[in-house]
C-alpha cells in the first residue's frame, strides 16, 4: 500500500450535529515530513463531541473526528526518521517538534509548528488534506482524525510507544488521562498534604483525582451533579463529594467553609464559565490555585472580582496536562505498562466503529467514562 491512495471505512461529520456516517473514504499517502496510520482503537472524548457540536470556533466540515487512538505506522513520507512502518504510535494532538520557540522555551508543552495548519484541518506542506471521499475534499481534525482506519499526520505529532503495550488501553493515552495526571503534576504541582477540589468527576476529572493522590494530597474532594459519580470517583482517589444540587449556598461558599478558607487547588474539568469562576473562588486567599481543563464554547468567556487575585488567588489553564507529547507519552505508557497508573479502569465501553453514534449518545446521557472504538 505504500505510496498509494488506501480506502478504507472512517467515520464522517458532515455538519454539526448530525450522525456521522461511516464511509468509504480515499486516504492519500503521506507527504514530506508525514506519516500514514493504521488506527486500531480509538477512544472518544468530550473534546470531539464539543467540535461536532458547531460550537468549536474551530470546528470544520466535512471532517473526520477523534484524536484519542493508538495504531501502526502503515507508511512514511520523505524526510521521516523517528518512526517506520511497524511502529506502534500514539498520534498526539499536540505536537512536539523540539525547534521551535515554543518547544526550546522550556516553558510550555504548546508546540507552534504545525498548529496553524492543525486548526484549519490541513496539512502543513501544501494545505490540503489527505481524505477524501469520492474527490471531495474532508477535512481533518486537531491533526489526528483517528476516527478513521487510516489517518495522516505529522511526523512531529507521533509519539512511537512500546511495541508490546496493549493498543486497546493506552489509547487512553492519548487524551484524557495524561491531561488530568499532567493539570496535577505539571501545571499545579499539587504538594503533598495539599486540599483539592474537583469539579466534574468525568474521565479528565478522575484522572486529576488519581494524580492528586499519587501527588499525596490530604482532602480530594470530588464536586459533579450526578450522584452515580461517587462510586466510581472513590477508587480514583476522591475521598469527599459534594453535589451542588443539595446546597442552597453557591458552591464556591460550601467548599471555602468545608476547608477552612478554601482549597489548595482547583480543576475545573466540565467546561463550563460559571464552575470555572466557581473553581477559583473556592481557592484559599494568599496561594489557592485554580486549573482550567474544561474546553467552554465559542463566545464564552470567564469572569470574577479582580479582588480574587489581587488577594493571591492564581488562575490558570492547561493543555494536555503541560506533558510534551512526543517525549513524554511513551513514558505514560512505560508507566501503564508498570502498573504505576491506571488506565483500564476509565473503559467502561468497548463497540466497534460502525456503533459511533450509540457511543456518542452513551456519552451524553453520562453512562460512561470512556467508551473504546475497536476499528
Ligand atoms: P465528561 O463529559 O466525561 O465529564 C464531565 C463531568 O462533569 C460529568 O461527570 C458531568 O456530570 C459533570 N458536570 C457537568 N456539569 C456540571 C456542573 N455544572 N457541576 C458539576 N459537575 C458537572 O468529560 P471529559 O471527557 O472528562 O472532559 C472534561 C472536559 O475537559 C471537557 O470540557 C473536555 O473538552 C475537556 N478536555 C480538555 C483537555 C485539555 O487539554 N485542556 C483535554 C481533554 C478534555
Ligand atoms: N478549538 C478549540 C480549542 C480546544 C482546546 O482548547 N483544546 C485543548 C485540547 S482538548 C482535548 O480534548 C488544547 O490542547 N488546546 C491547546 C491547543 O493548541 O489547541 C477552541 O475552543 O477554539
Ligand atoms: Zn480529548
Redesign the pocket.
Known amino acids: 500500500t505504500q505510496g498509494q491512495v488506501i480506502t478504507c471505512k472512517a467515520a464522517v461529520a458532515w455538519e454539526a450535529n448530525k450522525p456521522l456516517v461511516i464511509e468509504d473514504v480515499q486516504v492519500a499517502p503521506p507527504q514530506a515530513g508525514e506519516v500514514r496510520i493504521k488506527i486500531l482503537f480509538t477512544a472518544l472524548?468530550?473534546?470531539d463531541a464539543?467540535t461536532w457540536s458547531g460550537k468549536d470556533p474551530e470546528g470544520l466540515f466535512p471532517c473526520i473526528l477523534g484524536h484519542e487512538a493508538a495504531g501502526i505506522v502503515e507508511s512514511v513520507g520523505e524526510g521521516v526518521t523517528e518512526v517506520q512502518p511497524g511502529d506502534h504510535v500514539i498520534p498526539c494532538y499536540q505536537a512536539e517538534c523540539r525547534e521551535c520557540k515554543f518547544c526550546k522555551s522550556g516553558k510550555t508543552n504548546l508546540c507552534g509548528k504545525v498548529r496553524l495548519a492543525t486548526g484549519v484541518g490541513v496539512m502543513l506542506n501544501d494545505r490540503k488534506s489527505r481524505f477524501s471521499v469520492n474527490g471531495k475534499p474532508i477535512y481533518h481534525f486537531m491533526g489526528t482524525s483517528t476516527f478513521s482506519q487510516y489517518t495522516v499526520v505529522h511526523d512531529v505529532s507521533v509519539a512511537k510507544i512500546h511495541p508490546q503495550a496493549p493498543l486497546e488501553k493506552v489509547c487512553l493515552l492519548g487524551?484524557?488521562v495524561p491531561?488530568g495526571l499532567g493539570a496535577v503534576w505539571n501545571t499545579a504541582k499539587v504538594e503533598a498534604g495539599s486540599n483539592v477540589a474537583i469539579?466534574?468527576?468525568?474521565?479528565?476529572?478522575l484522572a486529576v483525582a488519581e494524580g492528586a493522590k499519587t501527588a499525596g494530597a490530604s482532602r480530594i474532594i470530588g464536586?459533579?451533579?450526578?450522584n452515580k459519580?461517587f462510586d466510581i470517583a472513590k477508587k480514583f482517589g476522591v475521598n469527599e463529594f459534594v453535589n451542588?444540587k443539595d446546597h442552597d449556598k453557591p458552591i464556591q461558599q460550601v467548599i471555602v467553609d468545608l476547608t477552612d478558607g478554601g482549597v489548595d487547588y482547583s480543576f475545573e474539568?466540565?467546561?463550563?464559565v460559571s464552575?470555572m469562576r466557581a473553581a477559583l473562588e473556592c481557592c484559599h486567599k494568599g496561594w489557592g490555585t485554580s486549573v482550567i481543563?474544561?474546553?467552554?464554547a465559542s463566545g464564552q468567556e470567564i469572569s470574577t472580582r479582580p479582588f480574587q487575585l489581587v488577594t493571591g488567588r492564581v488562575w490558570k489553564?492547561?493543555?494536555?496536562?503541560g506533558f510534551k507529547s512526543r517525549s513524554q507519552v511513551p513514558w505514560l505508557v512505560d508507566k501503564y505498562m508498570n502498573k504505576e497508573i491506571k488506565v483500564d479502569e476509565y473503559i467502561t465501553h468497548t463497540m466497534t466503529l460502525d456503533d459511533i453514534n450509540k457511543a456518542f449518545d452513551l456519552?451524553h446521557e453520562?453512562g460512561c467514562?470512556r467508551c473504546v472504538l475497536a476499528l
Do not use: E
Open positions: 472524548c468530550h473534546t464539543y487524551c484524557g491531561t469539579f466534574g468527576l468525568g474521565t479528565v476529572g464536586v459533579d451533579l450526578d459519580k451542588p474539568c466540565i467546561g463550563n464552575v481543563v474544561g474546553v467552554a489553564g492547561t493543555a494536555f496536562g456519552m453520562g467514562l
